[in-house]
């Protein structure tokens, strides 16, 4: 079965950087377009950037985080990332990756991060 993992969360410092990791399985994930999207609590789930099936040279992103979030992903180890720098307060949130497979949207269990000094 599809089975999305993220890790890589945590607490950084403002300004600091991280890298969110998502592990796939189940499906073929080099043919499937990957997102992330991030919730707190109280609001709704908030698009982030997706990453497109095959290379991954086609990406797309919420324009608040443009410039300082790059979405990647390697197909040998069925992963895609999200790294973040520049990190600020109002970036604390739930992470989540997803993808759409046999026309069911699947999300991850959420990594956590925590921006404070």
């Known amino acids: 079965q599809v089975q999305l993992v993220e890790s890589g969360g945590g607490l950084v410092q403002p300004g600091g950087s991280l890298r969110l990791s998502c592990s796939a399985s189940?499906?073929?994930?080099?043919?499937?377009?990957m997102t992330w999207y991030r919730q707190t609590p109280g609001k709704e789930r908030e698009y982030l950037a997706t990453?497109?099936?095959?290379?991954?040279?086609?990406?797309t992103y919420q324009e608040s985080v443009k410039g300082r979030f790059t979405i990647s992903r390697d197909n040998a180890k069925n992963t895609v990332y999200l790294q973040m720098n520049s990190l600020k307060p109002e970036d604390t949130a739930m992470y989540y990756c997803?993808?759409?497979?046999?026309?069911?949207?699947?999300w991850g269990q959420g990594t956590q991060v925590t921006v404070s000094s």
């Open positions: 990453i497109f099936s095959g290379s991954g040279s086609t990406t």
């Open positions: 189940g499906f073929i994930f080099s043919d499937t377009a």
């Open positions: 997803t993808c759409w497979v046999r026309r069911k949207h699947y």
